[in-house]
Antibody, heavy 119, light 109 residues
Framework: EVQLLESGGGLVQPGGSLRLSCAAS????????MSWVRQAPGKGLEWVSG????????YYADSVKGRFTISRDNSENTVYLQMNSLRGEDTAVYYC????????????WGQGTLVTVSS | QSALTQPRSVSGSPGQSVTISCTGT?????????VSWYQQHPGKAPKLMIF???KRPSGVPDRFSGSKSGNTASLTISGLQAEDDSDYYC?????????FGGGTKLTVL
């Protein structure tokens, strides 16, 4: 059974940093791309970032490019999202999602972790 | 990376059919057969309902179907049931990024 468990969310001040983690199990982690998708309170889904199975290719939404960094540790079956220079508009539930070979869809989702950016 | 356009809401009675549209551009919906649809109940994670325009994952009822014409994709739900009352999001892969629609609230009357 595929399981994705996010952690690392919380309250952070504007301009601060936070690192999210997503521990995966139930599949051959290194064979699949992984992504982060967020949802601001009462709003729709927004793709944030994706990473290839090897970690050699990374992709970002324009809204976070230069501030967020996605990475993965295939020995630990974990994907990370390092978030710097956080803004109020980054407040959202952040979901970790598994992709098939590419980012063409998201077949499994975690339950999400809430990030609140506020002073 | 502009969001895809979906109607804010649609509704239908049990047993009826509804269609949700999703309009993008030739750079996303029109350029790739990589449209997917997600169902999201309040407080829950999204669930994949359709991928690659018209394919259904195992376990998704065949009442759910997808199609695409040009820059517009559609999700059709036939034989509406109470449990279909939910938010639905379309999504398209593009070159190096992914874009979602704004979401559609389906109300089963």
């Amino acid at each position: 059974e595929v399981q994705l468990l996010e952690s690392g969310g919380g309250l952070v001040q504007p301009g601060g940093s936070l690192r999210l983690s997503c521990a995966a199990s139930g599949f051959t982690f290194s064979s699949y791309a992984m992504s982060w998708v967020r949802q601001a309170p009462g709003k729709g889904l927004e793709w944030v970032s994706g990473i290839s199975g090897s970690g050699g290719s990374t992709y970002y939404a324009d809204s976070v490019k230069g501030r967020f960094t996605i990475s993965r540790d295939n020995s630990e079956n974990t994907v990370y999202l390092q978030m710097n220079s956080l803004r109020g508009e980054d407040t959202a539930v952040y979901y970790c999602a598994k992709n098939p070979g590419s980012m063409r869809y998201f077949d499994y989702w975690g339950q999400g972790t809430l990030v609140t950016v506020s002073s | 990376q502009s969001a895809l356009t979906q109607p804010r809401s649609v509704s239908g009675s049990p047993g009826q059919s509804v269609t949700i549209s999703c309009t993008g551009t030739s750079s996303d919906v029109g350029g790739y057969n990589y449209v997917s649809w997600y169902q999201q109940h309040p407080g829950k994670a999204p669930k994949l309902m359709i991928f690659d325009v018209s394919k259904r994952p195992s376990g998704v009822p065949d009442r759910f179907s997808g199609s695409k014409s040009g820059n517009t994709a559609s999700l059709t739900i036939s034989g509406l049931q109470a449990e279909d009352d939910s938010d639905y999001y379309c999504c398209s892969y593009a070159a190096g990024y992914v874009v979602f629609g704004g979401g559609t609230k389906l109300t089963v009357l």
